[in-house]
T-cell receptor, first 112, second 114 residues
């Protein structure tokens, strides 16, 4: 059974810092890995999708990498801003499970 | 496209009542997923459909839960009878293919069972 773990569970940093959120998964036979953002009481916003054949994806200040062999993905946020405060979820598709298997998320606070 | 549409956005009901959640997927998407999010367990897949046919319902917690997809543009998740432990946010998502361009989520239905 696929399991997805996110570290850290919570992170608070001052504005302007670069930061890295970590995601690991137990079964490397995934189709893709998706990073989402969730604001309090809101739905899920897809940030980046990395196909299994890809190593990384970039969107603006966000960069996500994927290392299937080691079962790891990272989300890099450059020059963090207070508006980046949210919970970030990673989810693996495939790897012995249909649908998405989600981590518990990293709750991020950017201090102004 | 309007994205995935869910209704109602909020539902408050009393224990024992029937609850029906609704979802309209993105037009052209052939997969539809229902997820549940709780503080304790996070986001979990309940059931998914391919071309309106249920493929895997192993995540449905109990027989009180049922889901249907009568056509390509509509799905329901029903809980009967509802219990307080069913209180959660229920998300619907759709995708084009199972390993394609990712899943797109609706805004969710926040269910409170008193």
């Amino acid at each position: 059974k696929q399991e997805v773990t996110q570290i850290p569970a919570a992170l608070s940093v001052p504005e302007g810092e670069n930061l890295v959120l970590n995601c690991s998964f137990t079964d490397s036979a995934i189709y893709n890995l998706q990073w989402f953002r969730q604001d309090p009481g809101k739905g899920l916003t897809s940030l980046l999708l990395i196909q299994s054949s890809q190593r990384e994806q970039t969107s603006g200040r966000l960069n996500a990498s994927l290392d299937k062999s080691s079962g790891r993905s990272t989300l890099y946020i450059a020059a963090s801003q207070p508006g980046d405060s949210a919970t970030y979820l990673c989810a693996a598709e495939g790897g012995g499970a249909d649908g998405l298997t989600f981590g518990k998320g990293t709750h991020l606070i950017i201090q102004p | 496209d309007a994205g995935v549409i869910q209704s109602p956005r909020h539902e408050v009901t009393e224990m024992g009542q029937e609850v029906t959640l609704r979802c309209k997927p993105i037009s052209g998407h052939d997969y539809l997923f229902w997820y549940r999010q709780t503080m304790m367990r996070g986001l979990e897949l309940l059931i998914y459909f391919n071309n309106n046919v249920p493929i895997d319902d192993s995540g449905m917690p109990e027989d009180r839960f049922s889901a249907k997809m009568p056509n390509a543009s509509f799905s329901t998740l029903k809980i009967q009878p509802s219990e307080p432990r069913d209180s959660a946010v229920y998300f619907c998502a759709s995708s084009l293919g199972l390993a394609g361009g990712g899943q797109f989520f609706g805004p969710g239905t926040r269910l409170t069972v008193l």
